[in-house]
């Protein structure tokens, strides 16, 4: 497992060592894509430090555990970095914009704080009307933790399991599967002797879907 010092943590970011690890370990940011089946902005902006391109909650969460597993790094220090990181980046400072107003020749009428109140309200409501219409049509996360694409086994059954969104479609070759409040599945199939392709799609309601495919073969 590769480990770092706690004042190699210091003085480095979550991004600088994910980076340097992936870089050490030969592999391209397409290997672990392939292998994990992240996403590749997700993993850029991981790595760039850029917290406001990844989703929120407990789904950043998720993408650094299934990243930092996969690079055998020991996670205890990297989240604790990654929550400071990611309160920081997302944090606006407080007067950052009010100081660059000037008072001179500022004159504050009623006719400005009509106006001012109805452009706060028309950039929220296309803020909010944007932010539903992106969460309406973009495919839902979905992440598979077994099995692993290209296995060999001589187990006739296998579980595919892993999580999703909360209250989306999750399919497994095409039949809907029950998830749990968090959004958690598991559910056992029966192998064919040969390939066999297992399909797992995710989606809302009119969304597009998020499809994973594993290839699994049963000697």
């Known amino acids: 497992m590769y480990k770092f010092s706690v004042t190699q943590i210091k003085n480095k970011t979550v991004g600088e060592i994910l980076s340097e690890t992936r870089r050490e370990q030969n592999l391209s940011l397409e290997d672990v894509v392939e292998e994990t089946n992240l996403r590749l ?5 991981l790595e760039a430090g850029d917290y406001e391109n990844l989703p ?5 969460e998720k993408i650094l555990e299934t990243y930092a597993n996969f690079l055998n790094l020991d996670l205890e220090g990297l989240k ?5 990181e990611s309160l920081a980046t997302r944090k606006t400072p407080r007067g ?32 909010y009307l944007g932010f539903e219409i992106n969460n309406i049509f973009s495919p839902p996360d979905l992440f598979l933790t077994s099995p692993n694409d290209n296995l060999t086994t001589e ?18 070759n095409d039949q809907i599967i029950q998830i749990d409040a968090l959004g958690n599945f598991s559910e056992t199939l029966s192998l064919k002797t040969g390939l066999n392709i297992i399909k797992v799609s995710a989606a809302k309601k009119r969304s597009r879907e998020n499809i994973i495919y594993r290839q699994v073969i049963l000697k």
């Open 96 to 127: 950052a914009f009010l100081q660059k107003i000037s008072p001179k020749n500022f004159i504050v009428t009623p006719r400005l704080i009509e106006l001012s109140i109805a452009a706060i309200f028309i950039i929220l409501l296309l803020t």
């Open 56 to 60: 929120g909650g407990v789904y950043s």
């Open 41 to 45: 902005n997700h993993l850029i902006a």
């Open 80 to 84: 604790k970095k990654f929550e400071k």
């Open 155 to 172: 187990n006739p059954t296998i579980t595919v399991a892993g999580y999703a969104e909360k209250e989306v479609n999750v399919k497994i």
